[in-house]
């Protein structure tokens, strides 16, 4: 649930397959999502990705500029490979895969 949907234009959904759980691609470890807005607007999703060092996906989409209603939008977009840098969020709702800084190393 996201509180305070008033205080957002978009949201971005992502993962991030943690490189000290060991290696594996988002399709090997059978991961799934599922983004439902409880008004009727559902995306779910299995993520298929086969790489096994594609650590960040962006999945979904989240457009709160509407007066009356949130638009759910698929977008799975996945990290090159060995990148561990986050996708960003940008004002407009757009994105960038690999722009952000790395998080969640603690090597």
């Not at 949907?5 to 799934?32: D, K, T």
Request: hydrophobic share 40%; proline share 4%; with cysteine.
């Amino acid at each position: 649930m996201i509180a305070r949907p008033q205080a957002f234009r978009h949201i971005l959904i992502c993962a991030y397959s943690a490189v000290e759980n060991g290696i594996g691609s988002f399709r090997g470890f059978h991961a799934a999502v599922q983004v439902d807005d409880h008004v009727g607007s559902v995306v779910e999703t299995p993520l298929y990705h086969r790489d096994n060092f594609s650590y960040w996906v962006a999945i979904a989409r989240i457009d709160l500029s509407g007066e009356e209603e949130a638009i759910i939008e698929h977008v799975e977009t996945y990290s090159r490979s060995r990148s561990e840098r986050r996708p960003v969020l940008h004002a407009d709702g757009t994105f960038t895969i690999d722009a952000g800084p790395v998080e969640f190393k603690t090597r």
